[in-house]
Structure formats: structure tokens, C-alpha cells
């Protein structure tokens, strides 16, 4: 039973076009969600959040949108740089008081950046 | 700044040997958590920790075990390896505030059964 779902096992863009990663969840408590990139032989590092009271977050040229009643999300990064390439994660978390804040994590996008 | 710190890096084992994954963190954080990657997959919850003496069960608990005897510690143990057990372990501490659960990663330790 996959929770959270991202459908593109990779996408590629070319240097300086928007990115957009996208991401769907099925369990209505989660609450708050993240974006983590990773790095071949690193460990996922945290890009950007939501929290299910907002529909956008942005950080420079990262912005996560949120849709709840479609239970989808995406993230978009413009302008796209080479540097940018890596495996991002779509996670979620917030199962009640009981979850440990534990996160639920989608398979991963591979996004390549061509310069 | 060390943050999540896991040893070792690499290992191979073979079917039936036992081992001890370790992490450490220096964050003061309460919770603590071990992920396994496989790959093409995401990561899988194993075990979690909401704080020293108490751990809970994750998605994939079957063939580990954790202690947490103190806030900076919690060690993943194999005791009887399996081919299936093959895969990219990661554990990650947080200090949830709020809403806000963001993890810490460690650099994850690549175990091969054999």
C-alpha cells in the first residue's frame, strides 16, 4: 500500500527551464510534507516543506504547491541548473500523536539538468 | 557539526552472520529513525524512537532490533542475515516542533548479504 506516490521514475530539462516534481499521497491524516534531495552515496538532505494549512511555500528558486482535495503536490524549481541533478524524494508525515512524526516516502524522481 | 553519524560505511555479510549498524547524533534530538533503501524504491521505515528507553516498530521490522539507551544512540542489529536484507540503511534524527518534522540524514551504510 503505497502512500505517497511519484508516478515519473525520471525526468530531464534543459539548464535555465522549470523543473516540476510531482507528487501524490492517499492517507487524508498526513499533515505536513517535504521534499528531500539525494545525492549518489549521500544521505537525503532537506530541500523545502509544506504544511496542510498552506498551498504554497517558497525558498528562492524552490516553491512547493499543494493541492489537499486532489491530495497532490509539486515541487518547481526555475530556473533548472546542472547542479540541481539528483533523486528527489517526496515525503509526508503526520499520522497522529502515536506516529513518532515518522515520514512516509515516495520512490524518488530522477531529475537531470542538461546544460 | 557531525550532525548523524553511521558506521560503517560499507559491509558484506554473509547469510546467516549477525551485526551491528551504528549511528550516532549530536543534535540533542529526541526521535530517531533507521530507513532502508531499496533499489527504485523509496525509503522504507524500520524502527523508530521517540526518546531514550522507548522504540517502536516501522513498516519493515522483521529481521532487526533496537536499542536506545541513551539520546545520542541507536544501533540496528541483524542477527540472522538474509539475502533479502541486502540494501542502503540510513538512519535520521528530528526535533519535531509543531507541524515541522524535518529529518537529518546520515550518509547511510551500503550492506551487502551474500
Known amino acids: 500500500d503505497q502512500q505517497v506516490k511519484q508516478n515519473s521514475p525520471s525526468l530531464s530539462v534543459q539548464e535555465g527551464r522549470i523543473s516540476i516534481l510531482n507528487c501524490d499521497y492517499t492517507?487524508?491524516?498526513?499533515?505536513?510534507f517535504l521534499w528531500y534531495k539525494k545525492y549518489p552515496a549521500e544521505g537525503p538532505t532537506f530541500l523545502i516543506s509544506i504544511s496542510s494549512i498552506k498551498d504554497k511555500n517558497e525558498d528562492g528558486r524552490f516553491t512547493v504547491f499543494l493541492n489537499k482535495s486532489a491530495k497532490h503536490l509539486s515541487l518547481h524549481i526555475v530556473p533548472s541548473q546542472p547542479g540541481d541533478s539528483a533523486v528527489y524524494f517526496c515525503a509526508a508525515s503526520g499520522e497522529g500523536e502515536t506516529s513518532g512524526s515518522r515520514l512516509t516516502f515516495g520512490e524518488g524522481t530522477q531529475l537531470t539538468v542538461n546544460p | 557539526n557531525a550532525g548523524v553519524t553511521q558506521t560503517p560505511k560499507f559491509r558484506i555479510l554473509k547469510i546467516g552472520q549477525s551485526m551491528t549498524l551504528q549511528c550516532t547524533q549530536d543534535m540533542n534530538h529526541n526521535y530517531m529513525y533507521w530507513y532502508r533503501q531499496d533499489p527504485g524504491m523509496g525509503l522504507k521505515l524500520i524502527y523508530y524512537?521517540?526518546?531514550?528507553?522507548?522504540?517502536d516498530k516501522g513498516e519493515v521490522p522483521n529481521g532487526y532490533n533496537v536499542s536506545r539507551s541513551t539520546t545520542e544512540d541507536f544501533p540496528l542489529r541483524l542477527e540472522l542475515a538474509a539475502p533479502s536484507q541486502t540494501s542502503v540503511y540510513f538512519c535520521?534524527?528530528?526535533?519535531?516542533?509543531?507541524?515541522?518534522?524535518?529529518?537529518?540524514f546520515g550518509q547511510g551504510t551500503r550492506l551487502t548479504v551474500v
Open positions: 524512537s521517540v526518546g531514550a528507553g522507548i522504540t
Open positions: 492517507n487524508s491524516m498526513f499533515d505536513y
Open positions: 535520521a534524527s528530528s526535533y519535531p516542533t509543531g507541524l515541522n518534522t524535518e529529518a537529518f
